[in-house]
Protein backbone atom coordinates (compact mmCIF):
# COMPACT_ATOMS: atom_id res chain seq x y z
CA UNK A 1 0.00 0.00 0.00
CA UNK A 2 1.30 3.68 -1.03
CA UNK A 3 1.20 5.80 2.22
CA UNK A 4 -0.79 8.48 -0.14
CA UNK A 5 -3.61 6.06 -0.14
CA UNK A 6 -3.44 5.76 3.55
CA UNK A 7 -3.72 9.48 3.79
CA UNK A 8 -6.57 10.02 1.16
CA UNK A 9 -8.70 7.17 2.94
CA UNK A 10 -8.35 8.79 5.95
CA UNK A 11 -9.80 12.32 4.82
CA UNK A 12 -12.65 10.47 3.04
CA UNK A 13 -13.10 8.39 6.37
CA UNK A 14 -13.19 11.29 8.22
CA UNK A 15 -15.51 13.62 6.00
CA UNK A 16 -17.92 9.87 5.83
CA UNK A 17 -17.89 10.47 10.10
CA UNK A 18 -18.37 14.27 9.59
CA UNK A 19 -21.42 13.42 7.42
CA UNK A 20 -23.15 10.57 9.60
CA UNK A 21 -22.69 12.80 12.48
CA UNK A 22 -24.39 16.12 11.21
CA UNK A 23 -26.99 14.27 8.51
CA UNK A 24 -26.97 10.52 8.65
CA UNK A 25 -25.04 7.58 6.95
CA UNK A 26 -26.73 7.87 3.64
CA UNK A 27 -25.13 11.14 2.97
CA UNK A 28 -21.84 9.75 4.16
CA UNK A 29 -21.93 6.89 1.73
CA UNK A 30 -20.36 8.57 -1.28
CA UNK A 31 -17.67 9.14 1.03
CA UNK A 32 -17.27 5.65 2.66
CA UNK A 33 -17.11 4.48 -0.98
CA UNK A 34 -14.24 6.89 -2.18
CA UNK A 35 -12.35 5.65 0.86
CA UNK A 36 -12.20 1.95 -0.23
CA UNK A 37 -11.50 2.89 -3.48
CA UNK A 38 -8.20 4.80 -2.27
CA UNK A 39 -7.39 2.13 -0.73
CA UNK A 40 -7.65 0.01 -3.49
CA UNK A 41 -5.99 2.61 -6.15
CA UNK A 42 -3.33 2.68 -4.44
CA UNK A 43 -2.50 -1.07 -3.51
CA UNK A 44 0.91 -2.21 -4.17
CA UNK A 45 1.44 -6.08 -4.80
CA UNK A 46 4.96 -7.58 -4.47
CA UNK A 47 5.95 -9.14 -8.21
CA UNK A 48 8.27 -11.82 -9.10
CA UNK A 49 10.94 -10.21 -10.98
CA UNK A 50 12.09 -12.26 -14.28
CA UNK A 51 15.40 -13.11 -14.15
CA UNK A 52 18.17 -12.67 -17.64
CA UNK A 53 18.20 -10.64 -20.40
CA UNK A 54 15.31 -9.26 -20.25
CA UNK A 55 13.36 -5.59 -19.59
CA UNK A 56 9.97 -5.85 -17.53
CA UNK A 57 6.96 -3.57 -17.85
CA UNK A 58 7.48 -0.13 -15.70
CA UNK A 59 3.62 -0.13 -15.48
CA UNK A 60 0.45 -2.31 -15.31
CA UNK A 61 -1.83 -1.52 -17.93
CA UNK A 62 -3.09 -2.45 -21.89
CA UNK A 63 -0.14 -2.01 -24.64
CA UNK A 64 -2.02 0.26 -26.63
CA UNK A 65 0.97 1.53 -29.59
CA UNK A 66 4.48 -0.40 -30.70
CA UNK A 67 6.14 2.18 -32.77
CA UNK A 68 9.16 2.23 -34.59
CA UNK A 69 11.62 5.48 -35.98
CA UNK A 70 14.29 5.79 -38.42
CA UNK A 71 17.06 5.59 -35.87
CA UNK A 72 15.75 1.98 -34.88
CA UNK A 73 14.61 3.07 -31.92
CA UNK A 74 11.00 0.94 -30.52
CA UNK A 75 8.62 2.50 -28.39
CA UNK A 76 5.96 0.37 -26.20
CA UNK A 77 3.11 2.15 -24.89
CA UNK A 78 1.29 1.41 -22.30
CA UNK A 79 -1.93 2.81 -21.26
CA UNK A 80 -3.20 2.53 -17.34
CA UNK A 81 -6.93 2.94 -16.36
CA UNK A 82 -8.15 3.91 -13.33
CA UNK A 83 -8.27 -0.03 -12.19
CA UNK A 84 -4.83 -0.67 -13.08
CA UNK A 85 -1.87 -0.72 -10.11
CA UNK A 86 -0.34 3.09 -10.84
CA UNK A 87 3.33 1.92 -9.01
CA UNK A 88 5.67 2.63 -11.63
CA UNK A 89 8.95 0.29 -11.59
CA UNK A 90 12.26 -0.03 -13.71
CA UNK A 91 12.32 -1.73 -16.92
CA UNK A 92 16.01 -2.43 -16.36
CA UNK A 93 18.75 -2.26 -13.58
CA UNK A 94 21.15 0.02 -13.80
CA UNK A 95 22.10 3.06 -13.28
CA UNK A 96 19.50 6.47 -13.79
CA UNK A 97 21.44 8.96 -16.15
CA UNK A 98 19.10 11.28 -16.19
CA UNK A 99 15.60 12.42 -14.74
CA UNK A 100 13.71 15.44 -16.78
CA UNK A 101 10.63 17.10 -15.92
CA UNK A 102 8.47 18.03 -19.75
CA UNK A 103 5.38 20.00 -19.48
CA UNK A 104 2.28 19.70 -20.95
CA UNK A 105 -1.12 19.09 -21.50
CA UNK A 106 -3.47 16.76 -20.25
CA UNK A 107 -4.55 15.21 -23.39
CA UNK A 108 -6.83 11.52 -22.84
CA UNK A 109 -3.68 9.63 -22.29
CA UNK A 110 -4.26 6.16 -24.76
CA UNK A 111 -4.36 8.49 -27.41
CA UNK A 112 -0.55 8.58 -29.31
CA UNK A 113 -0.88 12.02 -28.89
CA UNK A 114 -0.24 12.15 -25.28
CA UNK A 115 3.29 10.80 -25.87
CA UNK A 116 4.58 14.02 -27.05
CA UNK A 117 2.28 16.37 -26.03
CA UNK A 118 1.01 15.66 -22.14
CA UNK A 119 2.82 16.40 -19.08
CA UNK A 120 5.24 13.77 -18.38
CA UNK A 121 9.01 12.67 -16.30
CA UNK A 122 11.44 10.86 -18.66
CA UNK A 123 13.90 8.89 -17.55
CA UNK A 124 17.04 7.06 -18.60
CA UNK A 125 18.43 4.21 -17.23
CA UNK A 126 21.66 3.20 -18.54
CA UNK A 127 23.03 -0.68 -17.95
CA UNK A 128 26.66 -2.07 -19.58
CA UNK A 129 25.70 -1.63 -23.43
CA UNK A 130 22.41 -0.34 -23.53
CA UNK A 131 20.50 2.17 -22.18
CA UNK A 132 16.47 2.77 -21.80
CA UNK A 133 13.73 5.40 -21.88
CA UNK A 134 10.48 5.31 -19.96
CA UNK A 135 8.38 8.11 -20.00
CA UNK A 136 5.57 8.85 -17.09
CA UNK A 137 2.93 10.59 -18.85
CA UNK A 138 0.28 12.49 -17.40
CA UNK A 139 -3.38 11.90 -18.20
CA UNK A 140 -6.74 13.43 -18.79
CA UNK A 141 -7.36 12.66 -14.71
CA UNK A 142 -3.80 12.28 -13.65
CA UNK A 143 -2.20 15.27 -12.58
CA UNK A 144 0.63 14.24 -10.79
CA UNK A 145 3.25 12.42 -11.36
CA UNK A 146 5.84 10.90 -8.21
CA UNK A 147 9.09 9.96 -8.87
CA UNK A 148 11.34 8.58 -6.13
CA UNK A 149 14.38 8.47 -7.69
CA UNK A 150 16.97 11.31 -8.87
CA UNK A 151 20.46 10.92 -11.90
CA UNK A 152 23.38 8.43 -10.04
CA UNK A 153 20.76 6.23 -8.27
CA UNK A 154 21.18 2.93 -8.69
CA UNK A 155 18.16 1.08 -9.57
CA UNK A 156 17.45 -3.14 -9.87
CA UNK A 157 15.03 -4.72 -12.50
CA UNK A 158 11.67 -4.39 -11.53
CA UNK A 159 12.58 -1.82 -8.36
CA UNK A 160 9.34 0.89 -7.38
CA UNK A 161 10.47 3.93 -8.61
CA UNK A 162 7.31 6.36 -8.43
CA UNK A 163 3.69 6.16 -9.44
CA UNK A 164 1.15 8.40 -11.36
CA UNK A 165 -2.18 8.55 -9.70
CA UNK A 166 -5.31 7.85 -12.15
CA UNK A 167 -5.57 7.40 -15.65
CA UNK A 168 -2.05 7.57 -17.14
CA UNK A 169 0.14 6.22 -19.89
CA UNK A 170 3.99 4.91 -19.53
CA UNK A 171 6.08 4.96 -22.68
CA UNK A 172 9.39 2.74 -23.04
CA UNK A 173 11.72 3.28 -25.67
CA UNK A 174 14.52 0.92 -26.61
CA UNK A 175 17.68 0.63 -28.67
CA UNK A 176 18.01 -1.68 -31.45
CA UNK A 177 19.83 -4.09 -29.15
CA UNK A 178 16.34 -4.86 -27.76
CA UNK A 179 13.74 -6.89 -29.51
CA UNK A 180 10.14 -6.40 -28.56
CA UNK A 181 8.21 -9.41 -26.65
CA UNK A 182 4.56 -8.11 -26.70
CA UNK A 183 1.82 -7.00 -29.13
CA UNK A 184 -0.47 -4.33 -29.17
CA UNK A 185 -3.80 -4.77 -27.27
CA UNK A 186 -1.78 -7.27 -24.52
CA UNK A 187 -1.81 -6.35 -21.12
CA UNK A 188 1.35 -6.50 -19.07
CA UNK A 189 2.23 -6.12 -15.00
CA UNK A 190 4.91 -4.05 -13.69
CA UNK A 191 8.21 -5.88 -12.74
CA UNK A 192 6.73 -9.18 -14.28
CA UNK A 193 5.65 -9.22 -17.42
CA UNK A 194 8.30 -9.43 -20.27
CA UNK A 195 8.03 -6.77 -22.70
CA UNK A 196 12.01 -6.54 -24.51
CA UNK A 197 14.52 -9.15 -24.78
CA UNK A 198 18.42 -7.98 -25.56
CA UNK A 199 19.65 -9.35 -29.01
CA UNK A 200 22.95 -7.64 -29.28
CA UNK A 201 25.72 -6.51 -26.84
Known amino acids: MVITGIYYALAMFAAAAMMT ?34 AVAPADGKVVAIKSDQGGA ?16 SPIGGKIA ?52 KAGDLVGKGERIGLIKFGSRVDVLFGPEWEIAVGEGERVSAGSSIIARRTAA
Open 21 to 54: WLLSWPFALPFYILAVFCLYFFRDPERDIPEGEV
Open 74 to 89: QRVSIFLNIFDVHVNR
Open 98 to 149: CVKYQKGQFLVASKESASHSNEQNIITVQAEGTSVVFKQIAGLIARRIVCYK
